[in-house]
């Protein structure tokens, strides 16, 4: 897990005995207990994902989603599931939010599952966005758009699981 800096405060209430269990389990994973309970609680998968989110206030979009497509493609149902669960917490662009919420509604597609309620939180591109400036081409991306991009009013021509 990142070492990130702590400046918050979370208590809970727990039985001796459940204390004791946390105690020896974190003792045995050679970590404090906060870390042990943090790493159980705090999918690994799910914190990379809000990692690569935050890369949006550094990184050009197009290395940020290539990163995105990278983390997200090779993840099987479950694993997708449990790393787009939570919402993101970085403050995105409307298109980087939208163009993300499409890449996630595509990965769901394609693994059969559901995206998460999340993505309802976020409204729509009001005006539409083609992955070219060629307005000969916009028809074609029109067209062969992949549904969640369209869904999103984006219009590209290739998607998770494909480059340019």
């Known amino acids: 897990m990142n070492k990130l800096?702590?400046?918050?405060y979370?208590?809970?209430r727990v039985s001796k005995q459940q204390k004791e269990i946390i105690k020896s389990a974190a003792k045995s994973a050679g970590v404090d207990m906060s870390t042990w309970v943090l790493q159980r609680v705090l999918n690994n998968k799910a914190q990379q994902f809000l990692?690569?989110?935050?890369q949006f206030n550094t990184?050009?979009?197009s290395f940020v989603f290539a990163r995105l497509h990278d983390f997200l493609l090779p993840c099987s149902k479950a694993d997708f599931e449990q790393t787009v669960s939570i919402k993101p917490t970085s403050k995105l662009s409307d298109f980087q939010i939208n163009y993300t919420i499409a890449m996630i509604g595509h990965r769901a597609h394609t693994l059969?599952?559901?995206?998460p309620d999340?993505?309802?939180d976020f409204p729509i591109l009001h005006e539409p966005y083609f992955g070219t400036s060629l307005k000969s081409l916009r028809l074609h991306l029109l067209i062969n758009s992949p549904?969640?991009?369209?869904?999103r009013n984006i219009y590209i021509d290739s998607t998770l699981g494909e480059r340019v």
């Open 5 to 8: 800096k702590k400046s918050e």
């Open 10 to 12: 979370l208590q809970i």
């Open 51 to 54: 990692t690569i989110l935050s």
């Open 59 to 61: 990184l050009e979009d």
């Open 112 to 115: 059969g599952c559901t995206a």
């Open 118 to 120: 999340w993505i309802n």
């Open 147 to 151: 549904i969640a991009f369209k869904q």
